[in-house]
C-alpha cells in the first residue's frame, strides 16, 4: 500500500477500545497541529456558513432578472457585478455554494457506498471473486474519469442528479481497491485467523474485525475526493452537461461567464474562485488527515 495504508492494529488482536480512542486522539492532535489542515478546515467551514446562510446575507433574489443593470461591473450595490440579465453574481455565487458543495458530498457517498463494500468482498473473499470484481475496477479504470462520468450521462442525459450519480459511479474503482488492498492486509493478521479458528462468521469478521481498520484511509481518499467530484461536476456543468439554466451552480456560471470574458469578466471569474477555494480547502484538509492517520508517522 502506498501512504494510505492500514491503521494501528491491538497486538493481542484488532482494535481495542482503549487502542482505537488514543489512536483517534492522537490522529485529532496532529491534526491540530497542522496548519494546512487548520487553514482547509477554515475554509470549508467558511464555505458552509456562506451556504446556509445565503437566504440571509444574500442581497437579491438568485433568479430575479434585471435588464436595466445588466453587465454592470463590481460596485458598492452589486459587490461582484451583474450577468447578462441583469442577476447578482453575489447572490448566485452564495447561492450556489447550495449547489456545488452537496454535489461533492453526495458524489463521494455514492463512490463510497458502492466501492467499499465491493472491496471487502473482493478482498476478504479472494480467489475467483476477487479476480472478477479486480478485472471489472481495471475496465473502469480505463476510462479516465471524466470520460466516464460523460459515458454515463450520455446514457441517464443531462441533468444535476445524473451529474452526481455519474460522478460518483466513476470513483468507485478507486474506493474499491483501496478497500480490497487493506482488507489482504488486514485478513493476514493472527487476531483473525485467531476469531476465524473460534467460530466467527465472515460476516462478524468483516463487521468487527476488518471494517474499523478501512475506516482510516477511506477517510482520507474521501476528503480528497470532495475536491475532485466538485471539480469534475463543475466541468460537467461547464460543458452543459450539469446543472441547467438558470440554477446558479458555479460550474455552469462559468460556462455562461466565459462568452463574456474581454467584456464583463466578474461573471466567470467570482464562480471560478469559489471553485478554487473549495478545491483547494479539501485538498489541504486531505493532505492533514492523510498525515494525522499515516500508522508510519504515528510510529516516529
Not at 86 to 105: H, K, M, Q
Not at 147 to 159: M, T
Not at 189 to 209: F, K, N, T, W
Not at 268 to 297: E, S
Request: overall charge positive.
Amino acid at each position: 500500500m502506498s501512504d494510505l495504508s492500514l491503521p494501528g492494529v491491538h497486538p493481542t488482536g484488532g482494535l481495542g477500545v482503549g487502542k482505537a480512542r488514543s489512536l483517534w486522539a492522537d490522529a485529532f492532535r496532529r491534526f491540530r497541529a497542522n496548519p494546512s489542515g487548520v487553514l482547509g478546515s477554515v475554509i470549508l467551514l467558511a464555505l458552509i456558513l456562506l451556504a446556509l446562510l445565503a437566504p440571509l446575507i444574500a442581497p437579491y433574489d438568485p433568479l430575479a432578472q434585471a435588464p436595466l443593470v445588466a453587465l454592470k461591473g463590481p460596485s458598492a450595490r452589486h459587490l461582484f457585478g451583474t450577468d447578462q440579465f441583469g442577476r447578482d453574481i453575489l447572490t448566485r455565487v452564495l447561492y450556489g455554494a447550495r449547489v456545488s458543495l452537496p454535489v461533492g458530498l453526495i458524489s463521494v457517498s455514492i463512490a463510497c457506498l458502492i466501492g467499499i463494500p465491493i472491496g471487502l468482498i473482493a478482498g476478504y473473499y479472494g480467489k475467483y471473486v476477487d479476480g472478477a470484481i479486480m478485472r471489472l475496477m481495471d475496465v473502469m479504470l480505463a476510462f479516465p474519469g471524466i470520460l466516464l462520468a460523460l459515458v454515463i450521462i450520455a446514457i441517464l442525459g443531462p441533468s444535476l442528479n445524473d451529474v452526481m450519480i455519474a460522478v460518483g459511479v466513476s470513483g468507485v474503482p478507486a474506493y474499491a481497491r483501496l478497500v480490497r488492498g487493506t482488507v489482504l492486509q488486514v485478513k493476514a493478521q493472527p487476531y483473525v485467523e485467531s476469531a476465524r479458528a473460534a467460530g466467527a462468521s465472515d460476516s462478524r469478521l468483516i463487521r468487527v474485525h476488518v471494517l474499523p481498520n478501512v475506516l482510516a484511509p477511506v477517510i482520507v481518499l474521501a476528503s480528497l475526493g470532495v475536491g475532485f467530484s466538485i471539480l469534475a461536476a463543475s466541468g460537467l456543468s461547464f460543458l452543459g452537461l450539469g446543472a441547467q439554466p438558470p440554477s446558479p451552480e458555479w460550474g455552469a456560471m462559468l460556462s455562461t461567464g466565459r462568452n463574456y470574458l474581454q467584456l464583463a469578466w466578474w461573471i466567470a471569474t467570482f464562480p471560478g474562485i469559489m471553485i478554487v477555494l473549495a478545491v483547494l480547502a479539501m485538498n489541504l484538509l486531505g493532505d492533514a488527515l492523510n498525515d494525522a492517520l499515516n500508522p508510519r508517522l504515528r510510529r516516529r
